[in-house]
């Protein structure tokens, strides 16, 4: 009976709420759907005019500003260092001797109608010289442009302000802007003029980008009643439209401002001209369909809302029918199917299940603690965080000084190399990690002297050379407090990047390469000539041009930016002419930003060199031999594949030569036999590879540049080198610690 009466209850609970419902939502709905047409009337007005101003705004204020702005910023500003001065000397003078200038002058208005969109040309006319200069070209005589016509006119033309023309040598509209030389001079004591191009084209396109329906049609007047701009969509009816209702709001006089009136099934907005600067008439047509569209869709979302509404309603009614402690139990039974945690028992209530899972919280809330220590940590220094930023500071030395390592491994075996890094360093430290490779190591010393960043290089150092797992440091100045820990670390991340440079060790101090330690901040080297060679197919010539460079950038003390953009330059150089001339698939650009990061000055200057001669090789052969290009493919698929059992008859295959041509071509070309060649670039490549890879043994050296046996391999090696592969290297380490010592 009690669960009879409590159900008949909800029963009527459900439908009394449910009347309820679609009384408030006819209501709602009634009052919406009869408003519906009446806020989008009122919207018409406000959005017409709002659509006015942000066209305007977007004609006057930003794009043709930003064309005037052209002048002061970048024509009288970035022509060039000395431009008032250049510019002074044309005005004043005739073009006798000044062909350089002018020359130079062309030039920067090239540039700059490259770099500034929408400009069709930049034109100069000098009264004095009585000779024309723009974008293009010279005319030593004014009769001589295309635009004689307009030059002409200049003098009666007013200046500062846009007028419409039509170009005589495109035949296309264009806006113009006039700008006296000097500026603002007065008619009589005017030397020339200066004149700017704008493409109406461009400019409609991109005033299409400020209206709100594609469906909008935007028209432009001028003070004279000349269409200026315009975009795609328009007619010749919405034309006339726009011409008579400028026509009837100047014969009425209206005051300054936007009308909105309709017209038939379109609605028609005018912003008066005295609203312009240029006194420019703005005309927006929009069609009422497109009004009437949004309310009728409006109606549909009234609808949709009301009956959501509905189900929702009954929905929830039924919920409210069920009884309140049920979900209590599914809620408990959930979350032990949620509970990923150890195995569950299975003895007791879903209660004893709770606390076995609390339990197993706060055993993982101590592993938690600690990696939320090392993340505070590390927000503490790399600056993410300060000291005061924390609640409770991490448990770290308080009453000490601070170094900060910036540490970089070669190693993928995170872990061991962490543990590595606190147990045998032989000092009070704490290891960071930020990446897969790189680490932080705060070191704590509990006496400031000059000797703590000596004696933590030292550690470094040992660690490095007695362990298995090869890294690269830099090493900040001492902090004196929590705070400075972050500047520390910033100062190690600035003498890491110091390890690039060959001269200096693996393991840099910021003191050794401090500002005031490196004091010259570019070098100058001749780029041009670097271009010049390569393009001349001079090989011999860029070796020597990068020998020269290296001895003056290891001859100045200069500064780490300054040598990586030395190498960047470089790198761009090599691949503009890949570039120009389509030599991309045989000459891939170089990441010159990873080998920066990743390697030494040396081994990229190397790369770069070998690339430059290679492509200067190439540019020469390739005007000497049809099979040039061929051969220059041969060798880069022997330089990608030295793993692999190369034989002059299935790279001849390849190319589609015969065998004995190509042995013929590698004779000419290379001044060795194919097997000579090929013994010689693998046995060079595992030289590399010995020095730079450490990590790997002789055997997996020589399999990696195509000897299967290691013994041939070693025999191959001390015949070229006069030593085995592992002398080699040990030598080769010896070379470099004698150099950082």
């Known amino acids: ?290 009004f009437l569209l949004a309310a009728n869709q409006m109606k549909h979302q009234v609808w949709a809302a009301c009956l959501i509404a509905l189900l929702a309603g009954v929905l929830i009614a039924f919920l409210l029918s069920r009884h309140f402690y049920t979900p209590l139990k599914k809620l408990l039974y959930s979350i032990r199917d949620l509970y990923n945690g150890p195995a569950q028992v299975t003895e007791g209530t879903e209660y004893t299940a709770i606390q076995h899972m609390l339990k197993c919280i706060d055993l993982n809330l101590l592993k938690m603690k600690d990696e939320v220590r090392l993340k505070q940590l590390s927000g503490l220094v790399t600056g993410q965080v300060t000291a005061a930023g924390f609640d409770q500071l991490p448990a770290i030395p308080l009453e000490c000084h601070y170094v900060a390592a910036y540490i970089v491994t070669e190693s993928k075996e995170s872990e061991s190399f962490g543990f590595v890094l606190k147990e045998h360093i032989g000092i009070a430290s704490e290891a960071i990690q930020l990446s897969a490779v790189e680490w932080v190591l705060l070191g704590f010393f509990y006496e400031s002297n000059s000797d703590s960043v000596e004696s933590f290089k030292k550690n470094l150092y040992s660690l490095s050379t007695n362990s298995e797992l090869p890294f690269t440091a830099g090493i900040g100045k001492v902090a004196e407090s929590i705070d400075d820990i972050h500047r520390s670390y910033q100062e190690a991340r600035h003498a890491y990047r110091y390890t690039f440079l060959d001269s200096l060790a693996f393991i840099v101090s910021y003191e050794e390469v401090s500002p005031d330690q490196r004091s010259i901040l570019s070098v100058d080297l001749p780029y041009y000539l670097l271009q010049n060679k390569v393009l001349a197919g001079d090989g011999i010539e860029v070796e020597q041009w990068f020998e020269r460079s290296i001895v003056e950038i290891e001859a100045e003390n200069i500064s780490i930016d300054a040598i990586e953009l030395v190498c960047l330059h470089i790198g761009t150089i090599i691949s503009q002419i890949a570039n120009e001339q389509k030599l991309n698939h045989l000459f891939p650009t170089l990441n010159i930003h990873d080998q920066i990061k990743y390697s030494t000055l040396n081994h990229v200057l190397i790369a770069l060199r070998e690339q430059a001669r290679s492509m200067a090789e190439y540019m020469k052969e390739s005007r000497t031999d049809n099979h040039a290009e061929k051969m220059n493919e041969l060798k880069l698929f022997i330089k990608d594949h030295l793993s692999d059992d190369l034989s002059l008859e299935s790279l001849a295959a390849r190319v589609q030569l015969s065998s004995n041509y190509v042995s013929t071509l590698f004779g000419t070309i290379t001044g060795e036999s194919f097997t000579e060649y090929l013994n010689r670039v693998r046995l060079e490549s595992a030289a590399l590879m010995l020095v730079d890879q450490r990590e790997l043994t002789v055997g997996e050296v020589a399999t990696s540049v195509g000897y299967r046996n290691a013994q041939y391999f070693c025999t191959r090696f001390k015949a070229k080198y006069g030593i085995t592969p592992l002398q080699y290297r040990n030598l080769e380490r010896q070379k470099k610690l004698v150099l950082e010592s």
């Not at 409609?204 to 975009?231: C, R, W, Y």
């Open 1 to 290: 009976m009690s669960t009879r009466w409590r159900s008949s209850y909800f029963i009527r609970l459900a439908l009394s709420y449910t009347v309820l419902a679609l009384i408030l939502i006819g209501f709602t709905g009634g009052y919406l759907l009869n408003n519906a047409n009446k806020m989008v009337i009122n919207e018409i007005a406000k959005d017409s005019d709002y659509t006015l101003q942000k066209v305007k705004s977007a004609v006057e204020d930003n794009y043709l500003q930003a064309y005037e702005s052209v002048f002061n910023n970048r024509i009288f500003s970035i022509v060039s260092p000395r431009s008032e001065d250049a510019l002074k000397d044309l005005v004043d003078e005739t073009a006798e001797g000044k062909s350089s200038k002018i020359v130079s002058f062309i030039v920067n208005l090239a540039l700059i109608k490259e770099m500034t969109k929408g400009i069709d040309g930049i034109t100069v006319y000098f009264k004095h010289g009585n000779y024309v200069v723009d974008d293009q070209r010279y005319y030593e005589m004014p009769t001589n442009s295309a635009d004689i016509a307009f030059i002409e006119r200049l003098d009666d033309i007013p200046v500062q302000s846009w007028l419409i023309r039509s170009k005589p040598e495109t035949d296309s509209n264009v806006l113009t802007y006039i700008y006296t030389l000097p500026g603002r001079s007065k008619l009589t004591s005017v030397a020339g003029y200066l004149y700017l191009d704008i493409d109406l084209a461009y400019l409609n396109k991109t005033m299409e980008l400020a209206l709100n329906s594609p469906q909008t049609q935007l028209f432009v007047f001028d003070k004279n009643g000349d269409l200026i701009i315009h975009n795609d969509n328009f007619n010749e009816e919405s034309m006339a439209l726009a011409k008579n209702a400028v026509h009837n709001l100047t014969s009425s006089k209206a005051s300054s401002g936007s009308t909105t009136l309709e017209s038939g099934d379109n609605v028609i907005s005018v912003l008066s001209n005295e609203e312009s600067a240029n006194a420019w008439t703005y005309v927006v047509i929009r069609p009422m369909e497109s």
